[in-house]
Structures are given as structure tokens and as C-alpha cells.
């Protein structure tokens, strides 16, 4: 279960509401309908607004709606821009709730050890699920993760996927070497969810499953080809390694280029719901303070701009997955003294139950690519590794996609 992009998606779905309209096409119900809509938003943030005024709060535009706008155009400019200007904490008033940010890796662990029955994960992941599946669904996600964990984590389980995963990325990569070039993120989310699907369901699901699918579960698979891409003696190197080892998940510089890109590639946000008042300490070395996060309230870290801190990381926005091999304890290190600052997947108790298959399926796309296969940029132009689409579930896409030739190579 990745959290790390609810908050994205959610929000980029209002932002379609919240532009301009042309009053001259509009009927009068359809702008009375408006009206009302807008009336019944604000005064549903006002009640949480008013409890945790304590806290400063963040205005783009206009009132409400224009906080959803300018999140949805560029949610990393927005947060960097307020974080910048307010602090380790601030809300920020949206159209039908108000979201508690906390901007430091002291709260991201408060923020992940709080327990589920005062802020709700589920809560936070029902805000745009709950209309897709059934009723009272999210009011068992405890039973349901604890058995999910239970079953997908077995030895024999993770042996059994680790060969599902190799043998549907050569048949996937195999058809992508017969067409002239494809869309990398596309195409790699519907392998990646064709081995989910098989995985968890069985092959009878997979073909029907894998061709609708739209979203790029985890992207930093595809993400991960596309930086080995930019980086020639990378790639060479990943590939003797490969050769050295009895299977891809065995590969110390595999797992490097991995971490670094769920690094470097997290998504925007995860989002808890405060089903409960709560006091939250924050502050600095010389300074705290409690803040007040009020019940129907949701609060949100960034996984992001967390793994992207200068003051975290060296050359934290460039890609070295060699930081790995140097400093094998970095991700225990920078998670010490109370903190934390490197969770793609979680933590703690709200760890994602799926960690150990989405290593194994990540290992399988990107060590059957490189090894067998000769990846290239569609066209010979290089995409801009920078331009980042949160809109999608999951890690983020590259804006637009980019373009890749797949050849099987010849040994």
C-alpha cells in the first residue's frame, strides 16, 4: 500500500472545480449550484480553520480555492515557498478541509507513530478511495493490512514472485523490442501491475488488468531506468554487477539505484485525518510549541522535500546512488535521535505492508532491462528528469512521459 501521493491526487481533482468560469455560457442553476457549492466549502473548513488559528496559514489567491490551484499547478514550489515563510508547521485552508502541515523530520516520526485511532490512515486514503470500493472497507484496514502483511511476506510467497516478476519483465520487455520505441512510464506501469495483479490474483486476471491500467504504481521503477539512461558508466557498472550475482535482487549496486530513486522520486505527501484533538510539540533546539490539531483536521508530511533537504542530505536533488555503497547505515543514520528522514515506504507501525514485493519487482524490471536489454531514449533526446507530474497514484511520472527504444542485446 503506497500513502506517499494521496494528497496530490485528491487535491488536483478539486483544482478542477476552483478555475474561472465563463459566466456567459453558464446557466443560472449551474452558477447558483457554484455558489452553493463554494458556501457549504468554506463554512465546512471554517470550524477547523478557527481551532488551529494558532498556526499560521498559507493564502494563494482566492479565499479556499486558490490554495487548491496554486497546490495542484506546483505542489513542491508551493510547500518549499510556505515551509520558507512560516516554519516547521502551518495549515493551509482548502476547499473542504483544512490541512496541517509539519515540516520536519522530528514530526515526520510523530507524525507516523501517532496511533491509527487518533490520526487514521485509512481516513486519509478513503478521502478518495471510498467511492471506488465497498462500504465500510477502510473501517477493517488494520485486519485487512495485518493479513496482507501475514500472507505476501512468506519466504516461499517472496521466492514465488521474485520468479513471477523476472519471467513477466522478459515477456513485457521481449514485446517492447519488437515496436520502434514506447512510453516508458506507460508501459512499465502496465508491467508492474500485471505482476501485482499476477502476483495476488493469479494469471487469469492479469491480461484484462494489465491493459486498463492507467496509474504508475511506483514509479521509481521506470524512473530508475530513465536516471541509468542519463548515466552511461552507471549503467555499465550496474551491468557487471549483475553478472557477478546469482539473482537481481542480489545485486548491492541495484539496490543503491533503487534506494536512491525512492529517494529522490518519493511522492508529495502523505495524509493522515485527525479523528481526535491532539497537541503536537514543535519547535527547534531553543524554542517549543504544542499545536493544536483540531478533530476533522488533516494532517500531511512531505516524504519529498524530506528526502530532497540539503540539510539532510549531500547533493540531495542529484542522483548518486553510490551514497549507498559509501555509507551502508545512511538510511539508519539520518532515522536516529528522533527522527526521520528517509521513509519511501513508511514506518513503524505504519510501515507499507508491500516494501519486500515492490523490492522484488523493482529488482526483476530493472535487472532483466539492463542486463538483457539495451534501453535508449526514444528518438535519441533525453528527457528532463526534473519535470515531475504528482497527479498520478503513486511516485510521480515525468511530465508528458518520455519515449525509450528497447533492443534485446546481443551477447
Not at 465563463?22 to 452553493?36: E, G, M, Q, R
Not at 465497498?134 to 502483511?149: A, E, I, N, R, T
Amino acid at each position: 500500500m503506497d500513502y506517499s501521493s494521496t494528497n496530490s491526487l485528491a487535491l488536483n481533482g478539486l483544482a478542477r472545480y476552483a478555475y474561472p468560469i465563463n459566466t456567459s455560457s453558464a446557466s443560472l442553476p449551474l452558477l447558483v449550484s457554484i455558489f452553493l457549492l463554494a458556501s457549504l466549502a468554506i463554512t465546512s473548513t471554517r470550524k477547523a480553520s478557527r481551532q488551529s488559528s494558532q498556526l499560521p496559514s498559507v493564502h494563494y489567491g482566492w479565499p479556499v480555492v486558490g490554495n487548491v490551484v496554486a497546490y495542484s499547478k506546483n505542489p513542491i514550489s508551493f510547500l518549499r515557498t510556505a515551509t520558507a515563510q512560516f516554519g516547521t508547521t502551518f495549515r493551509t485552508d482548502m476547499i473542504f478541509t483544512t490541512i496541517i502541515w509539519l515540516r520536519s523530520p522530528e514530526l515526520n516520526k510523530v507524525f507516523l507513530e501517532t496511533k491509527e485511532h487518533t490520526w487514521s490512515f485509512g481516513d486519509g486514503i478513503g478521502f478518495f478511495l471510498n467511492k471506488i470500493v465497498s462500504p465500510g472497507y477502510f473501517d477493517h484496514l488494520k485486519v485487512f493490512v495485518g493479513s496482507l502483511s501475514r500472507g505476501i511476506n512468506r519466504t516461499s510467497a517472496l521466492d514465488h514472485y521474485s520468479r513471477v516478476a523476472g519471467e513477466t519483465s522478459r515477456t513485457f520487455l521481449a514485446d517492447w523490442a519488437r515496436k520502434e520505441e514506447v512510453l516508458l512510464f506507460e508501459h512499465v506501469s502496465k508491467l508492474v501491475h500485471a505482476v501485482i495483479v499476477q502476483c495476488l490474483m493469479g494469471p487469469d486476471f492479469t491480461p484484462r488488468t494489465a491493459r486498463n491500467c492507467t496509474a504508475c504504481f511506483m514509479a521509481w521503477k521506470p524512473t530508475s531506468a530513465a536516471c541509468l539512461m542519463q548515466s552511461p558508466a552507471r549503467l555499465a557498472s550496474l551491468r557487471r554487477d549483475l553478472r557477478q550475482v546469482p539473482e537481481h535482487r542480489s545485486s548491492p549496486y541495484l539496490q543503491a539505484c533503487l534506494k536512491e530513486t525512492a529517494r529522490r522520486y518519493s511522492g508529495v505527501s502523505m495524509l493522515r485525518h485527525a479523528r481526535q484533538p491532539t497537541d503536537v510539540c514543535s519547535g527547534t533546539t531553543t524554542t517549543t510549541t504544542d499545536v493544536a490539531v483540531p478533530k476533522g483536521a488533516v494532517v500531511a508530511i512531505s516524504g519529498h522535500l524530506t528526502h530532497r533537504d540539503p540539510d539532510i542530505y549531500r547533493n540531495a536533488n542529484e542522483w548518486v546512488p553510490e551514497r549507498w555503497l559509501e555509507e551502508p547505515d545512511l538510511a539508519r543514520r539520518v532515522n536516529a535521535g528522533g527522527r526521520l528522514a528517509y521513509f519511501p515506504f513508511g514506518a513503524g507501525a505504519h510501515r507499507c505492508p508491500g516494501e519486500k514485493l515492490a523490492g522484488i519487482i523493482a529488482s526483476a524490471v530493472v535487472g532483466t532491462a539492463v542486463l538483457d536489454f539495451d534501453v535508449a531514449w526514444g528518438g535519441g533526446e533525453r528527457a528532463d528528469l526534473t519535470r515531475l507530474d504528482f497527479s498520478k497514484v503513486g511516485s510521480p511520472w515525468l511530465m508528458g512521459d518520455c519515449s525509450a527504444e528497447v533492443k534485446r542485446r546481443v551477447l
